[in-house]
């Protein structure tokens, strides 16, 4: 399953956005997805199986750092050393890897079964794709959301290159 939105009409947009400068465009454009994909995240933590909550806590968006292509992602972030560090100080239980949710792929996709070397195996756990049922489920709110804030946003820019 494709987990890409798709936008009727962005030919227009698109000529419009190449007049634009670039840090507007890129700033703007991550300002309407953020707004569009806030409610997918919730979606999202309420389709996580609840285990201990960390995966569930960790979900959140993700801002894509390509200088081309502006994007905002939703998935599971990860703590850096900084960050474990200051919720240790604090007191809060942190554990070896951190407290995001590194293992979220493999909730998502599951595990094969593994040998290991000397005795037994590690046994595998089964797929429970949680964000391809929080996508279907938003999928249609989200195109209409960003359809709409990007309709909005050419038309100001529009009037704005109009008067140039």
């Not at 502006?70 to 599971?76: A, F």
Request: proline content about 5%; overall charge positive; charged content about 30%.
């Amino acid at each position: 399953m494709s987990n890409y939105v798709h936008i009727e009409g962005i030919e227009k947009v698109q000529r419009v956005l190449k007049k634009l400068p670039d840090k507007l465009k890129k700033r703007e454009l991550q300002k309407m997805f953020r707004v569009a994909l806030k409610p997918f995240v919730s979606t999202a933590q309420g389709q996580v199986p609840k285990d201990t909550g960390t995966l569930k806590e960790s979900l959140g968006l993700i801002t894509g750092k390509s200088a081309e292509f502006p994007s905002v992602h939703v998935g599971p972030r990860v703590k850096s050393r900084r960050s474990i560090a200051a919720l240790r100080k604090k007191g809060l239980k942190v554990g070896r890897y951190g407290s995001g949710g590194w293992y979220g792929h493999f909730v998502e996709y599951g595990t094969p079964k593994r040998r290991r070397l000397r005795k037994g195996n590690t046994g595998k756990a089964n797929p429970n794709p949680y964000m391809d049922r929080a996508i279907k489920k938003d999928r249609p709110g989200i195109e209409r959301g960003v359809t709409n804030d990007l309709i909005d946003f050419v038309e100001k820019h529009a009037k704005r290159l109009a008067k140039l």
